[in-house]
C-alpha cells in the first residue's frame, strides 16, 4: 500500500525558506491522484496549504499562494513544498497527503517545523 | 476562501449517538458534492472517513455516515464507542480546499 514520509528541517529561521520533500513509496507518484500539503499549527485546526499533479498542475491555498511552491519529482517518486518568508506564524506540523479524488486518504506522519531564530 | 464552520465540542454516552455539522456557502458546500470528514487522535495524523458527503471508505465502521442538506453537511456517530473521542474535521473541495475549524468529541 501507499506509504508517504515527510522529511526537512526542524526549524528554519525567520524571513528564511522553509522546505519540505514527501516521499511516495508502495506507489508511483504519476498514478491519478492529486498530492497535498496540510499544516496544523500547535493546538489548532488543520490547514490546507496546497496541491500538486504529475503533470506539475498546481493549486494553493489564496491566502498562502504568494509564498508557496509545491514541486514534483517524478524520478525520485517525491513532491515538495518551499514556503518563503517565514514567520512564528508558520510553525505547525507539516502533513503530505494523497487526494485520489475520494478526500485524502493516506497521510505521511507529519513533521514538526519550528520558526524560530 | 473562509474557514467551513464547525462547533468546537460535541459529546455523547458510550452507545447513543452525536451529529456535528459543518457550514459552509453556496461556493463550497452546498454546490459541490465534495464534502470528506477526518479523524484525528491526538498525536496523529487524521484519517478519511466519509468522502463525497457520504461514502466510506474501506474499513470505517458503518457507525459512521455523511449527509448534507443546503450549506451545510453533518457527520453522524451512532453507538458511540470510547475509541470515537478525537477531533474531527470535515472539508470541502471547489478548485481549493478548505476544511473547518474542527469539532472535539468527547464520550462521556
Known amino acids: 500500500q501507499v506509504q508517504l514520509q515527510e522529511s526537512g528541517p526542524g526549524l528554519v529561521k525567520p524571513s528564511g525558506t522553509l522546505s519540505l520533500t514527501c516521499a511516495v513509496s508502495?506507489?508511483?507518484?504519476?498514478?491519478?491522484?492529486?498530492w497535498s500539503w496540510v499544516r496544523q499549527p500547535p493546538g489548532k485546526g488543520l490547514e490546507w496549504i496546497g496541491e500538486i499533479y504529475h503533470s506539475g498542475s498546481t493549486n494553493y491555498n489564496p491566502s498562502l499562494k504568494s509564498r508557496v511552491t509545491i514541486s514534483v519529482d517524478k524520478s525520485k517518486n517525491q513532491f515538495s513544498l518551499k514556503l518563503s518568508s517565514v514567520t512564528a506564524a508558520d510553525t505547525a506540523v507539516y502533513y503530505c497527503?494523497?487526494?485520489?479524488?475520494?478526500?485524502?486518504?493516506?497521510w505521511g506522519q507529519g513533521t514538526t517545523v519550528t520558526v524560530s531564530s | 476562501q473562509s474557514a467551513l464552520t464547525q462547533p468546537p465540542s460535541a459529546s455523547g454516552s458510550p452507545g447513543q449517538s452525536v451529529t456535528i455539522s459543518c457550514t459552509g456557502t453556496s461556493s463550497d458546500v452546498g454546490g459541490y458534492n465534495y464534502v470528506s470528514w477526518y479523524q484525528q487522535h491526538p498525536g496523529k495524523a487524521p484519517k478519511l472517513m466519509i468522502y463525497e458527503v457520504s461514502k466510506r471508505p474501506s474499513g470505517v465502521p458503518d457507525r459512521f455516515s455523511g449527509s448534507k442538506s443546503g450549506n451545510t453537511a453533518s457527520l453522524t456517530v451512532s453507538g458511540l464507542q470510547a475509541e470515537d473521542e478525537a477531533d474531527y474535521y470535515c472539508s470541502s473541495y471547489a478548485g481549493s480546499r478548505v476544511f473547518g475549524g474542527g469539532t472535539k468529541l468527547t464520550v462521556l
Open positions: 497527503a494523497r487526494d485520489g479524488g475520494k478526500g485524502m486518504d493516506v
Open positions: 508502495g506507489g508511483s507518484i504519476s498514478s491519478s491522484n492529486w
